[in-house]
């Protein structure tokens, strides 16, 4: 009995002998992305990423853009204007442009929104949830905080795996003091570019890239905010729950940098500059492949909620505001929201 059961044994570590080479030179799945949206430099950047990698690319091989949705903006000039050569040069990496976008949906295993204008996101986010596939969402996540709020909502209803992020976050200095170079991060003072939309709360459009920085250091948990803004310049302070406080300039005029210094219990670090658009397109590759959002919903809507607070402090002369006091009135819009979305 022994006898055979060595023998039995040794035929079975055989066989997994034989098997393991198959199991490691096994590629990983393809995927074939979707995109919507053709307004924005991210849309031919992202694709010529993915496109051009080889097979072989342990990190984004495997993952292709095939097909565009090109209808993003309806009114605004910088983004409507770019879509007539952005469709040709995104033809010439392969992707095919269609103009239906459920048909999009159903022939896709993921989907990039990379519409620049964040108003219709919530609309066109929708069918995506709805056909559970993943979706990366670019910045702006949405034109507003209860649309934001309804997106993560809805995401959760159809238990889609969803995120959003500025490329900003994944650079290599601001991970580094996240993962705890500096020990527990005690403050933050981050800047950037600082444009502002009309059809957008002030700091969405662009200045969303040094507040995503800021919170890529000190994480969630902002309680107060108050606002000092000039026509060139903006002063965002933030208090956070444990009395940590961080800061956001936005530059409209002279050097406009990313960047900013971050401060620890065990030293300080800067943490810029903006490391290009590969870091962040490895985790949107990571994620279609796990499912797993590599920014927590919580995170998100706290940015959101700190940058839609420094409008309201705008709004209130400057003043201090709480940001829960925020995040209420836009849940509850944004809850009316979701229930005439599900017809409730």
Request: hydrophobic residues 40%; glycine residues 8%.
């Amino acid at each position: 009995m022994q006898h055979l059961t060595r023998n039995v044994l040794t035929r079975l570590a055989l066989l997994l002998a034989l098997l393991s080479p198959a199991v490691a030179d096994e590629k990983p799945r393809q995927f074939r992305v979707g995109m919507i949206g053709l307004d924005t430099s991210h849309c031919l950047a992202f694709a010529e990423l993915l496109n051009k990698a080889a097979e072989d690319d342990p990190q984004l091989g495997g993952c292709r853009v095939v097909l565009v949705y090109p209808k993003g903006s309806p009114d605004i000039p910088s983004s409507t204007q770019r879509v007539p050569d952005y469709t040709i040069k995104i033809k010439a990496l392969g992707v095919e442009v269609i103009d239906d976008l459920q048909a999009m949906i159903q022939q896709v295993d993921a989907v990039l929104l990379e519409t620049n204008d964040g108003r219709p996101h919530l609309e066109q986010v929708i069918p995506v949830l709805k056909a559970r596939k993943p979706v990366f969402i670019d910045k702006p996540v949405a034109g507003s905080l209860s649309d934001a709020i309804a997106i993560y909502e809805l995401a959760k209803h159809y238990n889609t795996p969803v995120f959003s992020a500025s490329s900003l976050r994944f650079a290599a200095a601001a991970q580094a003091v996240r993962n705890g170079s500096i020990g527990k991060v005690t403050g933050c003072d981050a800047y950037s570019p600082c444009s502002l939309e009309a059809t957008h709360p002030d700091l969405f459009w662009y200045g969303i890239h040094g507040c995503e920085t800021l919170f890529t250091v000190m994480g969630p948990g902002v309680e107060s905010v108050v606002r000092t803004s000039t026509k060139d310049f903006d002063q965002v302070t933030g208090v956070w729950q444990d009395g940590r406080i961080g800061t956001f300039r936005g530059i409209r005029n002279g050097s406009a940098p990313y960047g900013g210094t971050a401060f620890g219990t065990n030293g300080s670090a800067q943490v810029g500059p903006y490391d290009g658009y590969k870091p962040l397109v490895v985790e949107i590759v990571r994620f279609y492949r796990s499912g797993i959002p590599p920014v927590s919903a919580e995170e998100t809507l706290d940015l959101y909620a700190f940058m839609e607070a420094a409008d309201e402090s705008k709004r209130q002369g400057f003043t201090p505001v709480k940001v829960a006091d925020v995040k209420a009135a836009a849940t509850k819009t944004a809850q009316q929201k979701v229930q005439q979305i599900l017809g409730q």
